[in-house]
């Protein structure tokens, strides 16, 4: 996939250009950009895009930034999984104030060369989110492009969205929330270093600082996956302060089952929450931690293992 973002290049020839925001690329995202991408097929020269703004700088009614579901890679790695050939993510504050005619003539047609617009029923754009689709069919009509509307995504009779999710995130609700992305929430960190106690506890772990602005999971204890260099191995999560020997700031503390690989510190690692445990808890001392750590494990292991311990290599 090519990011055209911050540069002055255009694609080679005409494309299907899926717009929304698609910050969790969730079920009801992939439906609009696979409808981009099944309308590029159909035309010879016309490649699948997507226009959607870097989410960090969304801000919600004019006051706060909009929290991320997936970071700007994680976001990009997830469209571009889908087929799609070119994407433009710039800064919302850069657009904001553009008005509906100026947003299609800059972005669908200046930029992005659009012979096909895809969007949401509920899509808006212009400056203050005066314009609709209704508005926008007739902009496209204007300058020669198809507009195709894709009807809302539902589970259980409730439309999904990414605003659901975060807060399914936030209550812990991990697998609901993963059934509704489509994927495993995930997190993509570099391995900071820690005060080692998780070697002397028989369990080496490894630290990620969250990121201010990225949705943050329930405080507590999650079985999870994590991705080295490919290969994917069961692990248990911790998420939150640690309030036993004390953080600073929210980290996520994993460690990982059936690995043996060294050291990995200034690593850049994934890892992918599954199923919630148990909530963060203070223990009296070291060694109530030390077992309730050997018991989250094994559950964890039920869980992503279903029980068995595996060789080296991961999943």
Same mark, same amino acid.
């Given at each position: 996939m090519?990011?055209?973002?911050?540069?002055?290049?255009?694609?080679?020839?005409s494309?299907?250009?899926a717009?929304?925001?698609?910050d969790g690329?969730?079920?009801?995202?992939r439906?609009v950009?696979?409808?981009?991408?099944e309308?590029?097929?159909?035309?010879?020269?016309?490649?699948?895009?997507?226009?959607? %703004?870097?989410?960090?700088?969304?801000?919600?009614?004019g006051?706060?930034?909009?929290?991320?579901?997936?970071?700007?890679?994680?976001?990009?790695?997830l469209?571009?999984?889908?087929g799609?050939k070119?994407?433009y993510?710039?800064d919302?504050?850069?657009?904001?104030?553009?008005?509906?005619?100026? %947003?299609?003539g800059?972005?669908?047609?200046?930029?992005l060369?659009?012979? %096909?617009?895809?969007c949401?029923?509920?899509?808006?754009?212009?400056?203050?989110?005066?314009?609709?689709?209704?508005?926008?069919?007739?902009?496209?009509?204007?300058?020669?492009?198809?507009?195709?509307?894709?009807?809302?995504i539902?589970?259980?009779?409730?439309?999904?969205?990414?605003t659901?999710?975060?807060?399914?995130?936030?209550a812990g609700?991990?697998?609901?929330?993963?059934?509704?992305?489509?994927s495993?929430?995930?997190f993509?960190?570099?391995?900071?270093?820690?005060?080692?106690?998780?070697?002397?506890?028989?369990?080496?772990?490894?630290?990620?600082?969250?990121?201010g602005?990225?949705?943050?999971?329930?405080?507590g204890v999650?079985?999870?996956?994590?991705?080295?260099?490919?290969?994917i191995y069961?692990?248990?999560?911790?998420?939150?302060i640690?309030?036993?020997?004390?953080?600073?700031?929210?980290?996520?503390?994993?460690?990982?089952m059936?690995?043996?690989?060294g050291?990995?510190?200034?690593e850049?690692?994934?890892?992918?929450?599954?199923?919630?445990?148990?909530?963060?808890m203070?223990f009296?001392?070291?060694?109530?931690l030390?077992?309730?750590?050997?018991e989250?494990?094994?559950?964890a292991r039920s869980?992503?293992?279903?029980g068995?311990?595996?060789?080296?290599?991961?999943?």
């Amino acid at each position: 996939m090519t990011d055209l973002t911050g540069t002055n290049n255009v694609p080679k020839g005409s494309t299907a250009v899926a717009m929304g925001l698609f910050d969790g690329v969730h079920h009801g995202h992939r439906a609009v950009i696979g409808r981009a991408v099944e309308a590029a097929k159909g035309l010879s020269g016309t490649e699948p895009a997507v226009f959607t %703004f870097d989410t960090p700088t969304v801000t919600s009614k004019g006051t706060s930034g909009v929290e991320y579901i997936f970071s700007r890679e994680m976001k990009f790695d997830l469209i571009s999984g889908l087929g799609v050939k070119y994407i433009y993510s710039p800064d919302f504050m850069n657009f904001k104030d553009l008005s509906g005619e100026e %947003f299609v003539g800059l972005v669908l047609c200046g930029k992005l060369s659009a012979e %096909f617009a895809v969007c949401g029923e509920d899509f808006r754009f212009g400056k203050n989110a005066c314009c609709g689709v209704t508005e926008l069919d007739r902009m496209c009509r204007k300058r020669g492009i198809k507009l195709i509307t894709v009807s809302e995504i539902s589970e259980d009779g409730r439309k999904i969205s990414s605003t659901e999710i975060r807060e399914l995130i936030k209550a812990g609700e991990i697998k609901k929330a993963n059934k509704l992305l489509g994927s495993e929430f995930s997190f993509r960190l570099p391995v900071a270093y820690g005060r080692h106690l998780g070697h002397k506890l028989n369990f080496p772990t490894i630290n990620q600082y969250l990121s201010g602005s990225q949705v943050k999971p329930k405080f507590g204890v999650y079985a999870s996956k994590t991705d080295i260099n490919g290969h994917i191995y069961g692990s248990v999560t911790n998420v939150g302060i640690k309030p036993t020997v004390g953080s600073e700031a929210p980290l996520a503390e994993t460690y990982i089952m059936d690995f043996s690989g060294g050291d990995l510190y200034g690593e850049t690692v994934k890892v992918s929450l599954a199923d919630f445990i148990r909530p963060e808890m203070k223990f009296s001392g070291i060694d109530g931690l030390k077992a309730r750590i050997a018991e989250d494990t094994e559950t964890a292991r039920s869980i992503i293992y279903g029980g068995y311990h595996l060789p080296h290599g991961g999943i």
